[in-house]
């Protein structure tokens, strides 16, 4: 039973090109969370989402940045243009249902994909 | 808002000893709290949790207990294995919405050497 699966695993990009993270949940998820490890910081919530629906992009920047999770397919996580200050550790993890509001339920990460803009 | 602060790391052991990495919290109401593990080239994985004040959380000898008085949730181990190497995370959970937003410290990361 493979866990979350992300790539690619390291990506190197130059300002202003785009790059594209992928993450397939685990057999029987249907949601998904992309977290963001910038450098000497924590892991910081961006986007969640369920089959064809964004339910919460608060931590989203407003510019550049977007999700989707299709019907059929991984979640993909799309910078465009990227800058210096994207490079980061980006994280997905997901859950087989919501997580209500007390948190309480597990969520699965994948071991991430490190991006490093020159 | 929401966060946590963790003891900085690296944290070098040896073999046996006894491990405290610390944590706490600043949070609106009373949210769950977390501890994430992640080995080498691998995803966080949870390593133990508790969901209200008083609770203790514990798997593979690893031990915290939530503290509302300290707003604190340390992690103990009584005797650490070189194979406990690893990346350790403090995290709460977001009580107003329905998603997990999880909020982490910056980790602490541990060496255990023989």
């Known amino acids: 039973n493979a866990g979350v699966m992300q790539n690619p695993r390291h990506l190197v990009r130059r300002r202003g090109q785009e790059a594209r993270l992928r993450c397939s949940p685990m057999k029987g998820h249907s949601h998904v969370y992309w977290y963001r490890q910038l450098p000497e910081e924590g892991l910081k919530f961006m986007v969640y989402?369920?089959?064809?629906?964004?339910?919460?992009e608060s931590g989203m920047p407003k510019e550049r940045f977007s999700a989707e999770f299709p019907k059929e397919g991984p979640s993909i996580l799309r910078i465009q243009q990227v800058v210096r200050g994207d490079s980061a550790a980006y994280f997905c993890?997901?859950?087989?249902?919501?997580?209500?509001?007390?948190?309480?339920?597990?969520?699965?990460f994948g071991a991430g994909s490190r991006l490093t803009v020159l | 808002g929401n966060s946590v602060t963790q003891m900085e790391g690296p944290v070098t052991l040896s073999e046996e000893a006894f491990l405290t990495i610390n944590c706490t919290y600043t949070a609106t109401g009373y949210p769950s709290l977390f501890w994430y593990v992640q080995y080498p080239g691998e995803g966080l994985q949870l390593l133990l949790k508790a969901t209200k004040a008083d609770d203790k959380g514990s798997n593979k000898g690893f031990e915290a207990t939530y503290r509302k008085e300290t707003t604190s949730f340390h992690l103990e181990k009584g005797s650490v294995q070189v194979s406990d190497s690893a990346v350790y995370f403090c995290?709460?959970?977001?009580?107003?919405?329905?998603?997990?937003?999880?909020?982490f410290g910056t980790g602490t990361r541990l060496q255990v050497t023989l």
């Open positions: 995290a709460l959970s977001d009580l107003t919405g329905t998603a997990s937003k999880l909020t």
């Open positions: 989402l369920q089959k064809e629906n964004i339910i919460d």
């Open positions: 993890a997901s859950s087989p249902q919501g997580q209500g509001k007390s948190g309480a339920n597990v969520l699965t």
